[in-house]
T-cell receptor
């Protein structure tokens, strides 16, 4: 089945620095990818929709200047947390759907645990 | 916006017992997805339901979607320690199975 790979799986950064998270579709092309955030013991909250070749669409309350999304190719979307603060510490996970597949399930990456110290 | 509620929030069952997790939507669903997540890890796709009254089974897990397509249940028969984890239901509001709204999750523990 389709596979979505996320990197890194864990990252620790200092407050004020920026961190980039990659989301790759390994065996299919994804014109759209989705970025979610999950706080401890809570469900996933959609942050933004990443669109290949155009600007991302952010959900209400998500700061677009803080969470920069780039979808430069059909297999790669990146999420950059800029000027990270401890409150940005969370589990970030991306998803994509294979538009050419017969199935309609959304495939998720392994997630990235970000800790800002 | 989509309202999706899951119950119970947490569940502790003895190995071998059956259990049911419910997911209720305030709106009619295009599709309802069930995922399993180990804490701090990615989501594992379990099942997807689209048609009213649909029921699917995989190994010891059965999921159903009601006729009105607003409520789904996930039933595990003869639970095992390997079933432990967080179960999430996701609602498809667009019909494209891409952008999902998730329920609050159910944390399942299976005791020996």
């Amino acid at each position: 089945g389709a596979v979505v790979s996320q990197h890194p799986s864990r990252v620790i950064c200092k407050s004020g620095t920026s961190v980039k998270i990659e989301c790759r579709s390994l065996d299919f092309q994804a014109t759209t990818m989705f970025w979610y955030r999950q706080f401890p013991k809570q469900s996933l909250m959609l942050m933004a929709t990443s669109n290949e070749g155009s600007k991302a669409t952010y959900e209400q309350g998500v700061e677009k200047d803080k969470f920069l999304i780039n979808h430069a190719s059909l297999t790669l979307s990146t999420l950059t947390v800029t000027s990270a603060h401890p409150e940005d510490s969370s589990f970030y996970i991306c998803s994509a759907r294979d538009p050419s597949g017969h199935g309609t399930e959304a495939f998720f990456g392994q997630g990235t645990r970000l800790t800002v110290v | 916006s989509q309202e999706l509620e899951q119950s119970p929030q947490s569940l502790i069952v003895q190995e071998g017992k059956n259990l049911t997790i419910n997911c209720t939507s305030s709106k009619t669903l295009y599709g309802l997805y069930w995922y399993k997540q180990k804490y701090g890890e990615g989501l594992i796709f379990l099942m997807m339901l689209q048609k009213g009254g649909e029921e699917k089974s995989h190994e010891k897990i059965t999921a159903k979607l009601d006729e009105k397509k607003q409520q789904s249940s996930l039933h595990i028969t003869a639970s095992q320690p390997s079933h432990a984890g967080i179960y999430l239901c996701g609602a498809d509001n667009t019909g494209t199975a891409s952008k999902l709204t998730f329920g609050t999750g159910t944390r399942l523990q299976v005791t020996l």
